[in-house]
């Protein structure tokens, strides 16, 4: 069973703040994405990474795929509370658009204003 | 911007009976997907399809589950006899045919079984 684990679980911080979350796993990823999922809704998808060592920016967030491609991390700069919600990573074994994601458990950001 | 539908967005069914959650993935893609995420757990793969049929399938995609696309828009999940621990939320998801593993998901179907 391929896993990934992200870490933190729960962040709560104040608006202005920097935060990084962490996603790992033993398994090597083809290409890792990274989703945002509000209550009761489906996850968005907010950026894929598929090189190891790649680094992607959206606004004030920043994505790295680690070098051996078992890793990634998402660090937001001067964190606002329109970034609160569920963040979600999750990888694809095979560069094959017919497999599966397995999905992280999930970092709950609250930015406090 | 293109986006994946699903109907219904809550379906309330009895244990034992027969549901079929719909999807309508974005047009011009051409595999399909079901999740399911149980309140408070990860979103966990249930299948793929691709050209008619499935391509993978998980533990949990048993005999009680099916897959079909009926015409050339909807994709469905059909549960047979449905069973408390099959209330979630499920998600279908969609995604082109390039090589960078890209998946776009509806706001998925509540479903409750009691």
């Known amino acids: 069973t391929q896993l990934l684990e992200q870490s933190p679980q729960f962040l709560s911080i104040q608006e202005g703040e920097n935060l990084t979350v962490y996603c790992n796993s033993s398994?090597?990823?083809?290409?890792l994405q990274w989703y945002r999922q509000e209550p009761g809704e489906g996850p968005v998808l907010l950026v894929t990474?598929?090189?190891?060592?790649e680094v992607k920016k959206l606004k004030r967030l920043t994505f790295q795929f680690g070098d051996a491609r078992k890793d990634s991390s998402l660090h937001i700069t001067a964190a606002q509370p329109g970034d609160t919600g569920l963040y979600l990573c999750a990888g694809a074994l095979n560069n094959n658009a017919g497999n599966m994601l397995t999905f992280g458990g999930g970092t709950r950001l609250m930015v406090k204003p | 911007e293109p986006e994946v539908t699903q109907t219904p967005s809550h379906q309330v069914t009895q244990m034992g009976q027969e549901v079929i959650l719909r999807c309508v993935p974005i047009s011009n893609h051409l595999y399909f997907y079901w999740y399911r995420q149980i309140l408070g757990q990860k979103v966990e793969f249930l299948v793929s399809?691709?050209?008619?049929?499935?391509?993978?399938k998980s533990e949990i995609f048993d005999d009680q589950f099916s897959v079909e696309r009926p015409d050339g828009s909807n994709f469905t999940l059909k549960i047979r006899s449905t069973k408390l621990e099959d209330s979630a939320m499920y998600f279908c998801a969609s995604s082109a045919r390039t090589g960078i593993y890209e998946q776009y998901f509806g706001p998925g179907t509540r479903l409750t079984v009691t």
């Open positions: 398994s090597v990823f083809s290409s």
């Open positions: 399809f691709y050209n008619n049929e499935i391509s993978e």
């Open positions: 990474v598929v090189t190891g060592g």
